[in-house]
């Protein structure tokens, strides 16, 4: 009897636990965002900087836009990032399209002097080199994958669209366009603090947490309200990564 009393006992415990544990969201390419609604059209600036020992080492400015647009009949996302940086070798562009519930990636086109036109084709299994771009350096590209995967050159757009409350988690699939394999990165909302601007404007703003797979720790901060990247920042190595929006 005594024995049952103690199991009783624990019952209660065990329910708590259960109610209190984190379910990990795993989001995969095709699901719609229920939050698409939010996602940031137009055009945003960024300023980034990169820091060692204290010392400023690089700064960029990356200017975003993000709108619908209607190709032979068919709805797309088309964002467009552009970055000047210190080199020109590495300042550069690139031409993105998405599916736009989704942001499920049809075809990313990247130029800098450095490394020439970089043109790219997602289809349902396989990343292949985009045939219809003119002097395209990756267009014997062929990566076969095991299931598709997002664009990690629009992170911050896509992080956007995540349900954030306390303690949010999720896993997400995602690639660099001509990188080695894709792979599922874990995101966590830790926390929230509110950012006062230089201008004195107070903004409300949950923290997100990655660590690209135990690389580069980094936090993000987006509003509450709509959900607007404002700032990262990150180490990798020796190195501090620093991102903020420009009003």
């Not at 006992?9 to 699901?31: C, E, H, K, Y």
């Not at 690089?58 to 619908?68: G, Q």
Request: hydrophobic share 35%.
């Amino acid at each position: 009897m005594k024995k049952i009393k103690h199991i009783i006992a624990l019952i209660p415990m065990i329910f708590s636990w259960q109610l209190n544990a984190q379910v990990v969201d795993t989001i995969r390419v095709g699901d719609h965002f229920k939050m698409i609604d939010q996602l940031e059209m137009g055009t945003t600036k960024d300023i980034i900087f990169t820091a060692m020992a204290g010392v400023v080492r690089s700064v960029s400015l990356k200017i975003k836009t993000t709108e619908k647009v209607n190709i032979n009949g068919i709805d797309y996302l088309a964002i467009r990032h552009s970055w000047t940086t210190g080199n020109p070798d590495t300042s550069g562009d690139f031409y993105y399209l998405c599916e736009p519930e989704t942001l499920k990636p049809v075809q990313h086109i990247r130029n800098t002097k450095q490394n020439g036109k970089e043109a790219f084709s997602f289809q349902e299994m396989k990343i292949v080199g985009l045939d219809s771009a003119t002097d395209n350096k990756q267009k014997d590209f062929n990566l076969e994958l095991t299931e598709p995967t997002y664009n990690w050159e629009i992170d911050l757009e896509t992080y956007s669209l995540l349900p954030m409350k306390m303690g949010y988690e999720a896993v997400m699939n995602f690639y660099h366009p001509g990188g080695s394999a894709p792979s599922f990165y874990h995101l966590k909302i830790i926390g929230s603090e509110k950012l006062i601007l230089p201008d004195g404007l107070e903004m409300d703003c949950w923290v997100l947490f990655t660590d690209y797979g135990g690389t580069q720790p980094t936090k993000f901060w987006y509003t509450k309200t709509n959900q607007n990247f404002i700032k990262m920042e990150g180490k990798y190595k020796q190195l501090t990564i620093r991102k903020e929006r420009i009003f």
